[in-house]
């Protein structure tokens, strides 16, 4: 399946790179999604990223977050991080990525998440 690293603590304004990493089938094949759920919110969509590298950002990550892969990983490099960033944040395969948007629905592989807690 899917396995996320990376995660931990972080200071208001620092930075943090997630890993995403499949085990049983080819990674690079498919779109793959970055989600996030902070306590008592519902689960959300932050960024995905197609098998061309076509991108999409929710609004309240542009400017900050970057996602990109190479053959067997998928990368979610968070800068300027803020304590609102807080939450679990999991890797999912994404059918729904293209270029600009995304359309939930159909993530059939999931990971069990990591944590990102951002504090002073």
């Known amino acids: 399946q899917l396995v996320e690293s990376g995660g931990g603590l972080a200071q208001p304004g620092g930075s943090l790179r997630l890993s995403c990493t499949a085990s049983?089938?080819?990674?690079?094949?498919?779109?793959i999604g970055w989600f996030r759920q902070a306590p008592g919110k519902e689960r959300e969509v932050i960024t995905c990223i197609t098998s061309a590298r076509e991108k999409y950002y929710v609004d309240f990550v542009k400017g900050r977050f970057t996602i990109s892969r190479d053959n067997a990983t998928v990368y979610l490099q968070m800068n300027s991080l803020k304590p609102e960033d807080t939450a679990v944040y999991y890797c999912a395969t994404a059918p729904g990525c293209s270029d600009g948007h995304y359309f939930a629905g159909g993530n059939l592989y999931w990971g069990r998440g990591t944590q990102v807690t951002v504090s002073s």
């Open positions: 049983g089938f080819v990674l690079d094949y498919y779109k």
